[in-house]
């Protein structure tokens, strides 16, 4: 079966998309920074990081106040505006270092979107975000090689009368846990042969980002003030620093916790 490019996302490189663009490069410096210091404090997302973009997805952006979770560390919580969804708006709740992943994503026009899960008759779906050519976001995040599959190991999800664990609504990666594709078919369950993995992710925003380029040089609008080669590096970057920034986190923050809560 031939595969179908993803659907191309306009991006219009005015003063808010380059101001979101350098606020990722200034966050990665602060994680650098944060990361290798003597004493660790997770690093502050600059202002400009919360902008959002008019393609991306999102909605509304929240990094205060009540976590639905009371897991005590930080978030990011995010709206996604999926009009195929209506209804759909609770929160998702990611860490705030690998939101700028996501806002990079969304700098090369890939557009969150909420998909359904594996379909089961007489269970209602639930809906997890994703970009185009369906790369999930749990799967980015957790860095899933394409032979596991994504799982979540959540304190303090709770469960409607139905038994549904509310857990999907939270992406920060300490809830997250991997298991081989095996041992979910011998749970009965449902999985795909293979699922995509980070780097599919990663070289699929890589290739939209060369369109856009070719685009506005095609038509003579603005065209991103970044070469291509820049902003995989910035992703990558990115990407690499949020996984130092949570096996940071996990050592010095989050494993005293956990230590009296177990996932």
Known sequence: MRKRKPIFQLVHYDESALALWDACGEFIRRANDAVFGASFEPPALPDDALIMLPHSGIKNIRTGGQDRFN??????AVEIDDPGHPGERKERYFDPWY???????ALCGCKLALLDSKKVRGVP??????????????????????????RQRHPNAKRDSNGRSDAHYDYRKITFATLPKA?????????????????????SAVGMQQ????????????????????????????LAIADELHERLAKEWIAPATDKRSL
């Open 71 to 76: 897991l005590g560390w930080p978030f990011v």
């Open 99 to 105: 939101f700028v992943a996501m806002q990079l994503f």
């Open 125 to 150: 779906p639930r809906w997890y975000a994703e970009y185009q050519g369906r790369h999930q976001l749990r799967r980015i995040i957790a860095d899933t090689p394409e032979g596991r599959d994504t």
């Open 183 to 203: 041992a979910v078919r011998a749970l009965d369950q449902l999985t795909r042969a293979k699922s995509r993995r980070r780097e599919d992710a990663i070289l």
């Open 211 to 238: 369109e856009q380029h070719e685009h506005h040089s095609r038509v003579g609008s603005a065209a991103p003030q970044f070469s291509t080669a820049d902003f995989e590096e910035r992703l990558r970057e990115a």
